[in-house]
């Protein structure tokens, strides 16, 4: 669980991870995570939200802004806690709705914005991002909602860059110690 992380760090750029549900027209769902990214050219917090874009082939050509949910906090209670119940999904600070801004199948990339963000319980962090490639053997931290569950901590290293997979182009490769990836 994402409450076993001990690095104050760590747990202030935890508060920037979302659970993202999209809809389709016909009800059909999809749960992925996604982060709240800051924008280094304003001194504004916008509402930027960078996700997968795999999450969203099986809505082709609509990204459904107003059935697109983020929840917030979605995490056990404490390291050893419990996965919380379906009740208290309704009571977390979330986000509705998008627009749209870019998206990239080759590097598996799409970024939205956000109408509004909650600020929440522990606060919200706007994470920063760089665009330089990972190198082999470089420590890897990955907080995210695995098959849409509580928030969860995987911890590994980068083992290659540049590998192409059937979620795009210039995929890096990890190897996870602790955890996985869904």
Same mark, same amino acid.
């Given at each position: ?25 016909? @009800? ?11 924008? !280094? ?5 916008? !509402? ?98 695995? @098959? ?7 911890? @590994? ?21 602790? @955890?996985?990836?869904?």
């Amino acid at each position: 669980p994402a409450d076993c992380i001990t690095d104050p760090s760590l747990q202030e750029i935890s508060t920037g991870i979302g659970r993202l549900s999209v809809t389709d027209a016909q @009800g059909n769902s999809a749960l992925c995570s996604g982060a709240l990214v800051n924008n !280094a050219t304003t001194e504004s917090l916008e !509402a930027y939200f960078l996700t997968a874009d795999h999450c969203f082939q099986n809505f082709p050509g609509t990204i459904f802004a107003s059935a697109l949910e983020v929840i917030w906090d979605f995490r056990a209670s404490g390291c050893d806690g419990a996965e919380p119940s379906t009740a208290t999904l309704s009571v977390l600070p979330r986000s509705t709705g998008s627009a749209f801004l870019g998206n990239s199948a080759t590097i598996d990339g799409m970024l939205l914005q956000l109408v509004a963000v909650p600020v929440g319980t522990r606060g919200r962090a706007y994470i920063g991002w760089d665009t330089r490639t990972p190198t082999a053997g470089e420590s890897v931290v990955c907080l995210h909602h695995p @098959g849409g569950d509580a928030m969860k901590e995987s911890i @590994g290293t980068v083992s290659r860059t540049g590998v192409d997979s059937s979620f795009g182009q210039n995929q890096t490769t990890l190897s996870w110690t602790e @955890g996985i990836t869904e």
